[in-house]
């Protein structure tokens, strides 16, 4: 029996031995497989006053993350910016201490905060953002919001279109980087049209409004965002102003609309040519109401975009035995340009801007529909 005992003893000493041989071993490739994955930052605006885009751009690229579960060469790391500058430096350079090189950005501020860090290919970024200032030669930035100065070439268009010249106009901007690239160039091609500011903190609209309303307008554009857009609209109703506003495409984002309500009815924008009768589309908004219990909206379909786009890109430069750096990304996408997205087919220009094909929509009733 004595001899038994050290025999079993003997056998669990030798289990043991082995067991300490082999897991560090094992433990050492996995972590050497996570520490060779491609490492992605998003940074994106999860809380205050623009989280709904910040969460619904989480959620689209999610999606995308788990079908490419299986594919473990990258991985993608979420971080609140709030929406502020000096935040999302910080945690810029938090990542990058870490050895992040490829960004997932959204919102202009914070993309032009970022901007020179990105100088020279030293990183990548795809970018949710419409600043005009935010792509340039030598950097690594890749911007898949319309711009502001094509966007705002087709708001004059629709302007020029339905009102003569000696109709009143009033321009009410938010006065930021996003606001003030349409004021130029609305100002500048819309003879005598009034401009009237307000900051990303105003608290109510009142005053601006009734300011506006004193010079009888025919037609009043708002260039905004987020809920203070959709308190700028319903103010605008709500003192007596039945015409037709015209907007910018985040007027039909959930959060204007949550704000706004009927207010919306007569609303005309330029936006996006939402591709919804492609498979993809259909398939990717079930799955999308399936896990999250409510419909997609533009920032969850630019969410899914953004990241596609980069990750296959990534892939592509790996299948080709090709070296992934900044540099070697940014060539990949744009020498490749044309890509299928569910915001309509784009061309992505060598300096890193995407061309959409837009669309113009007037609300009727609570619906938007296509504008004839």
Known sequence: MKQQRILLSLVVTIFIAISLVFLPSCEKGKNSEEASAIKIGAILPMTGSTA???????????????????????SVTFNDSKNDSKTAKNLYNRLE???????FISMS??????KPDFKDFKNFMISIAAAK???????????MLPDTKNQAKEIVGVIKKLYSEDVNKCLIYINDDFGLSFKKIISDEIKDIKTFDFSKDEKEF?????????????????????????????TIRALGFEDEIIATPEVMF????????????NVITVTFNLREDDKDYIDFTKRYNEKYS?????????????????????KELKNENKEI??????????????????????TIKEDGRAFYTLAIKKNINGEWFNYK
């Open 97 to 103: 201490s870490k050895g992040f090189s490829f960004y």
């Open 133 to 143: 200032d935010l792509t340039e030669e030598g950097y690594g930035i890749i911007k």
């Open 52 to 74: 709904e885009y910040g969460d619904s751009n989480k959620k689209g690229a999610l999606i995308y993350t788990e079908e490419q579960k299986n594919q473990g060469f990258f």
């Open 109 to 114: 501020g914070i993309a032009m905060t970022l």
């Open 206 to 234: 009142k005053n601006i409004v009734s300011k506006v309303l004193i010079e009888k307008p025919k037609a009043i554009i708002t260039i905004g965002y987020g809920t203070k857009l959709g308190l700028l609209i319903k």
């Open 294 to 314: 409510k419909n997609p909206n533009y920032d969850s379909f630019l969410g899914y975009d953004c990241i596609k786009i980069m990750v296959e890109g990534l």
């Open 325 to 346: 750096t900044p540099k070697h990304l940014f060539e990949h996408l744009t020498t490749k340009k044309y890509f299928k997205t569910f915001l309509g087919d784009i």
């Open 254 to 265: 959930g959060d204007v609309k949550n704000v706004a309500g009927d207010a919306l009815k």
